[in-house]
């Protein structure tokens, strides 16, 4: 594989560094490292006591955030893992709580332009799109092998796709000829299956589709719904999490969760008094999400749909 230098713009920066209220003996952690962006900004920070912890599931992305978080005084501890091990990882060294994470969801720059990962319909490249090379799932097993059902499903449910019927049907009519063994083939079915009045609307025709087998092959949607609960339970009284989403599915789901830990009353609305037992883990700095500046926009084009969202955990745990 012919590696891309790992040039990923953080988006939102300052933003985030500044929604984690960094404490300089504080504890904080950056579930999708990446090429350490925020992660050296939270470094920066923190004096000989503090401690960063990176995880990333992308081998080449925790090579990358070593080296540069290597000039950096406070303890810093790098684990190839998903954030969904978030817990398991913190406990594993011995860690109770921290004061504040930070999650950058969806592909990095660096994925995208690594032809050889097969994330992007810009490049002609093996159907691959696994962050995680570890993963036995591969986007061309799936356009290969699952039904033209499970294939429209995926498409509707997780790249809001309209024409996701018409693009399953192409799908499995191509791979009876051959399999379907490239992105570039793909974005061409893909293309010919969409009317040519909508294919003016919205960006590229493939857009959607790549997001959605992107997603379903590495079940990051799951992975965030099942895991912020367990985010918030590992932050220290006043600890924050700061979560980056880049479409409207993850930002729902984030917004959902940060909702419901503020507010987890299940009490009908006639009850006088709540008698559930359900008490609120804390509350959402911004009710809506911070979004880019005209000028992070201009100077970084794929930070145009990114929206972060803050939650500060209860004084009392």
Do not use: W
């Amino acid at each position: 594989m012919i590696m891309t230098e790992f040039n990923h713009i953080s988006v939102l920066y300052n933003e985030v560094i500044e929604g984690l209220n960094i404490k300089k003996d504080g504890i904080y952690v950056d579930g999708t490292l990446g090429g350490a962006g925020h992660a050296s900004g939270v470094c920066e920070r923190l004096s000989k006591e503090g401690t960063l912890i990176g995880i990333d599931q992308d081998g080449y992305a925790i090579k990358t955030a070593k080296e540069r978080l290597e000039k950096y005084e406070c303890n810093v501890n790098v684990v190839r893992d998903n954030f969904a091990n978030m817990k398991q990882v913190v406990k594993g060294l011995d860690i109770s709580g921290v004061d504040g994470i930070t999650l950058d969801l969806g592909v990095s720059s660096y994925q995208l332009d690594t032809v050889e990962r097969g994330f992007s319909y810009r490049f002609d490249a093996p159907l691959d799109m696994r962050m995680d090379d570890r993963n036995p799932l591969t986007a061309y097993m799936i356009v290969n092998s699952y039904s033209k059902g499970e294939i429209s499903h995926i498409l509707k449910a997780y790249g809001e796709e309209k024409f996701a019927d018409n693009i399953a049907k192409h799908i499995v009519m191509e791979r009876e000829k051959s399999p379907i063994e490239t992105t570039g083939e793909l974005a061409k079915i893909i293309d010919m299956s969409i009317p040519m009045k909508f294919k003016k609307m919205g960006g590229h025709p493939a857009k959607r589709t790549f997001q959605a087998l992107r997603i379903m092959v590495n079940s990051e949607l799951s992975v965030l719904e099942d895991n912020i609960a367990d985010m918030v339970d590992l932050l220290n009284p006043g600890g924050r999490l700061c979560v980056i989403s880049f479409h409207s599915l993850e930002d729902r789901i984030v917004k959902k969760a940060f909702a419901k830990l503020e507010n987890p009353c299940t009490c009908p609305k006639d009850f006088p008094v709540c008698v559930c037992g359900n008490k609120p883990k804390g509350k959402r700095v911004n009710r809506k999400p911070i979004l880019p500046t005209e000028e992070e926009m201009e100077r970084n084009p794929r930070a145009k749909s990114a929206k972060l969202r803050i939650f500060e955990r209860n004084e009392n745990k």
